[in-house]
């Protein structure tokens, strides 16, 4: 096993109501002024925000508000709410949202924190020395944001969509409310169960310093999100089912499944973020089109892995040789992405991509790793670009 240095700040708040309890979070974490940031409005036809907004208001916390933060969330609306936070003396920010209010809420504490141009963090350029403190209401099981240190923002120039990662950004609470996410539609909730479990397999086919309890972690969580997404597909408002997803999502990004392995693969996550930024994918079914065609180029260099992995989370037959049962796996995989509508290649999740795309976004994902990256195996651009043309 390798050391590692395991951090996870948030104050987690579970269960049916909570949402009730902000004004006394945001009070305990010293927030005075508040910017509220959300979506595309799916918190204002819930009532979600009228709610959180009466709490506030009869606990005399004043605050402003700006939504329109949307999936693969644009750099354009960060500016926006970093000047409105400059110019309302915001000192606290409240993400009532999934991953991209979040991350929106994130990227506009670097900026508020930190003079200068906030893309650079995301084009690596520099590092942000502080984040102003976040809050979040969770309404979809899916990102992990709510605890992990990861933002990720898309620059509407050249469609770039790029992460930032750094402990300033954890958020100090999370409030967690399954019922909240039962007005999700049946995508999103596949979208979310396979960007769970995504984040749990990106820390599992690694090469090495893997630990029993890590694995024996990575696989029940793996087991349990499979065995509820199928029970949330048949009855998306089964209370337990929506619980067990969203504390499994947390779980999946705040660092748990990667303790003591060497921090993760990521390739299935940066070929996926070439496709959210280009054809604007939602990112849990950009996940599952590219996952197979990953799989099957990288599994021969991490054999024991992919079996292990087919035995214990897709509980395939202990038959055949090693390979065969690492091909059972990843096919395992794939039927399970089908039976929730996810899909398994381009194709079918709707991007028409010509040859030249395909080079396109090879080259921005290479220049995004820095040139190469993987753990599982180590991939360059001539890789990816196999990779992007085996999952058309
Ligand atoms: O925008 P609104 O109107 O709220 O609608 C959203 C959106 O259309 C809707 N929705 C959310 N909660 C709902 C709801 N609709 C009805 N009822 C509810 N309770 O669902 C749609 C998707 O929302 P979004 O926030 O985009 O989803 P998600 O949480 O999957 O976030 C995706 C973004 O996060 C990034 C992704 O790349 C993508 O940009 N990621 C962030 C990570 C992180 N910060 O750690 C890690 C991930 O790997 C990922 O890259
Ligand atoms: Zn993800």
Not at 16 to 27: D, G, I
Not at 68 to 85: D, K, R, S
Not at 211 to 229: F, P, Q, S
Request: glycine share 12%; proline share 2%; charged share 25%.
């Amino acid at each position: 096993m390798f050391d590692f240095k395991y951090y996870t700040p948030t104050k987690v708040v579970f269960g049916k109501n909570t949402e009730s309890q902000v004004a006394e979070l945001v009070k305990e974490f010293g927030g005075t002024k508040l910017l509220i940031h959300y979506g595309g409005g799916s918190v204002v036809r819930s009532g979600l925000l009228k709610r959180v907004t009466d709490t506030l208001d009869a606990a005399g916390i004043s605050y402003v508000t700006l939504g329109g933060a949307v999936p693969n969330p644009h750099l354009g609306l960060v500016y926006e709410g970093i000047e409105l936070c400059k110019k309302e003396n915001v000192d606290f920010l409240l993400a009532v949202g999934g991953g991209s209010a979040i991350d929106s809420a994130k990227a506009i504490g670097y900026g508020v924190a930190n003079e200068g141009e906030v893309w650079d963090f995301y084009d690596y350029k520099r590092k942000a020395t502080g984040c102003l403190p976040l809050g979040v209401i969770l309404t979809i099981a899916a990102t992990g944001s709510e605890m992990s240190d990861s933002s990720v923002i898309t620059k509407e120039e050249g469609l770039v969509k790029r992460g930032y990662s750094s402990d300033y950004s954890r958020p100090r609470f999370a409030i967690m409310n399954p019922e909240l996410t039962m007005t999700l539609p049946d995508y999103q909730t596949a979208c979310g169960c396979t960007d769970i479990m995504m984040h749990t397999m990106e820390r599992y086919f690694t090469q090495g310093g893997n630990m029993e309890i890590t694995d024996a972690l990575a696989e029940g969580l793996l087991r349990t999100v499979k065995k509820n997404a199928l029970i949330l597909r048949d009855n998306p408002k089964d209370y337990n089912a929506r619980a067990e997803v969203m504390w499994a999502g947390s779980l999946a990004h705040n660092g748990l499944t990667g303790c003591g392995n060497d921090g993760g693969d990521w390739m299935t996550h940066k070929l996926e973020h070439e496709l959210g930024g280009m054809y604007d994918v939602a990112h849990g079914a950009g996940l599952a089109a590219v996952w197979g065609s990953w799989a099957r180029y990288v599994y021969k260099d991490c054999l024991d892995r992919f079996k292990k992995f087919a035995l214990n989370v897709m509980e395939v037959e202990d038959k055949g040789t090693d390979e065969e049962i690492a091909i059972a796996g990843i096919e395992a995989m794939e039927d399970f992405y089908r039976s929730i509508n996810m899909p398994t290649n381009l194709r079918e999740l709707g991007v028409k991509a010509t040859d030249e795309d395909l080079v396109k976004m090879a080259k921005k994902c290479a220049i995004g790793v820095g040139g190469q990256m993987g753990s599982a195996k180590l991939l360059d651009e001539a890789a990816m670009l196999e990779i992007y043309r085996a999952s058309m």
